[in-house]
């Protein structure tokens, strides 16, 4: 199973360029789709999850063709969107099973197992009776999970899930969307960088509309072996440093600032090399985007 999208092109009616030629090729597996707001993320995932219709350019699910054949992709696929929307005054129970109707699970018994296994995946089956309105952050995007995976959908697609969660809640969110990998495509489409290192065997980088980087996390950070350089300043010396050197990241440590720069070799003495994470890749990529933006 593989989703395989080719220069795809979207230009929003108020002139805005959300995709500008992505071209993507997606495995098996958990997916992770990084890029800052407004990268287009979510314009990507609603035309994958055809909510949405691109310009030009082609979307495959195996052999189904996701631009024209929507009945067939939505047969497959379990989408839990950015915004899941209003939640009523009804119970997890109630609501998932009400959600079980519309997927076309038309039989009570097997809806009911259904709908308590979901629960119990989700760690939300000792709260089932309780009103999805009155849930936690983190027990709402749970509850999105559950409803997202009724039918048993090879494709899920699962947009900005962590923002606004507290580390337990995202920790065991984690968990959760870890468990749901396999055998199936499962898209990631996230801002926060440990979402993906935590979970991705593959992934894409995605600024303005185009696709920055692919490949898997530990092959890219790789690459970047031996050009990341760290030092520990004042955040007055920050602005020089930004104008002799390519700061890919600055932030406080203990009240000092801690600068990563990308550079081929040490800058000067007081830099010591480090071990590229992910989080290096993904700012050196938008920097490097940026600054050719400025070449042009
Ligand atoms: P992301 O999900 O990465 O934050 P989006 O796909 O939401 O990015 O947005 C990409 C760009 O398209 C942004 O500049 C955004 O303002 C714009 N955009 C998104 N949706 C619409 C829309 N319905 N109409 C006009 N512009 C839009």
């Not at 098996?28 to 990084?34: D, Q, Y």
């Amino acid at each position: 199973m593989a989703l395989t999208i080719s220069n795809l092109t979207k230009t929003y009616p108020n002139g805005t360029q959300a995709l500008k030629g992505v071209t993507l090729t997606i495995p098996n597996g958990m997916f992770g789709l990084l890029g800052p707001n407004g990268a287009g993320k979510s314009s990507l995932m609603r035309t994958i999850a055809t909510l949405q219709d691109a310009d030009t350019g082609s979307i495959w699910l195996d052999d189904i063709d996701v631009l024209r054949d929507k009945e067939a992709v939505r047969r497959v696929l379990g989408y839990l969107p950015q915004e899941f929307g209003v939640y009523p005054r009804v119970s997890a129970e109630e609501l998932l099973d009400h959600f079980a109707v519309l997927k076309g699970i038309g039989n009570s018994k097997e809806r009911k197992e259904t709908v308590a296994a979901l629960l119990q995946q989700t760690n939300l089956y000792e709260v089932r009776k309780k009103h999805v309105g009155g849930y936690s952050g983190g027990m709402k995007q749970r509850f999105g999970i559950a409803q997202a995976l009724l039918g048993n959908p090879r494709l899920i697609i699962v947009d900005e899930p962590t923002a606004g969660l507290d580390p337990a809640e995202r920790n065991r969110f984690h968990n959760l969307l870890s468990e749901i990998g396999e055998n199936r495509v499962v898209i990631l489409s996230t801002h926060i960088v440990s979402d993906v290192s935590d979970l991705c065997r593959s992934m894409a980088i995605i600024n303005k509309g185009e696709v920055l980087l692919t490949g898997d996390p530990l092959s890219v950070m790789n690459e970047l072996k031996g050009k990341v350089w760290k030092k520990l300043v004042e955040k007055t010396e920050l602005p020089a440093l930004q104008a002799a050197h390519t700061v890919i990241s600055s932030r406080l440590f203990a009240g000092k600032t801690v600068v990563h720069v990308l550079a081929d070799s040490a800058p000067d003495s007081g830099f010591e090399a480090v071990q590229p994470d992910l989080e290096d890749v993904y700012f050196a990529e938008i920097k490097n985007s940026e600054l050719k933006v400025a070449l042009q």
